[in-house]
C-alpha cells in the first residue's frame, strides 16, 4: 500500500510562501502523474498543478498560475509545491495524489487519482 503524507502547511500572510512536501512510503511515485489538490471550508475540492512522471509535463489551475510551482524528485520520492505570493482565498486544505494508472498523463479530474494523502492545511491572512 503506498501512502502519501504532506507537509509544510501553515498560517502565513498575504503575499507570503510556502513550500509543501508530499512524501510516499510504501511504494514508488516514479511512474505516475502527480496531482495537487485543495478544498476551502464549504467549497468543493479543485485542481492546482498537475506533474508528469518524468516532470516534463506540467499544468496549472488558472487561479495558481505564475505563482505556484510543482516539482518532483523521483529519486527521493516527493512532490513539492512552491507557493509564492499568497492570497487568502489560497486558503484550504492541501492534498497531493497519485494517478490510478502507471505511465498516463494525468487530467485535472480528481476521479483519475487513486492514492491520497491526509493533507495539509494553508491559511493565508490579510
Known amino acids: 500500500q503506498v501512502q502519501l503524507a504532506e507537509s509544510g502547511g501553515g498560517l502565513v500572510q498575504a503575499g507570503g510562501s510556502l513550500r509543501l512536501s508530499c512524501t510516499a512510503s510504501?511504494?514508488?511515485?516514479?511512474?505516475?502523474?502527480m496531482a495537487w489538490f485543495r478544498q476551502a471550508p464549504g467549497k468543493e475540492r479543485e485542481f492546482v498543478a498537475r506533474?508528469?512522471?518524468?516532470?516534463?509535463?506540467?499544468y496549472y489551475a488558472d487561479s495558481v498560475k505564475g505563482r505556484f510551482s510543482i516539482s518532483r524528485d523521483n529519486a527521493k520520492n516527493t512532490v513539492y509545491l512552491q507557493m509564492d505570493s499568497l492570497k487568502p482565498e489560497d486558503t484550504a486544505v492541501y492534498s497531493c495524489?497519485?494517478?490510478?494508472?502507471?505511465?498516463?498523463?494525468?487530467?485535472?479530474?480528481?476521479?483519475?487519482?487513486?492514492?491520497w494523502g491526509q493533507g495539509t492545511q494553508v491559511t493565508v491572512s490579510s
Open positions: 510504501g511504494g514508488t511515485l516514479t511512474s505516475y502523474s
Open positions: 495524489a497519485r494517478h490510478r494508472t502507471p505511465f498516463l498523463l494525468g487530467s485535472t479530474s480528481e476521479s483519475e487519482y487513486g492514492y
Open positions: 506533474i508528469s512522471l518524468s516532470g516534463g509535463g506540467i
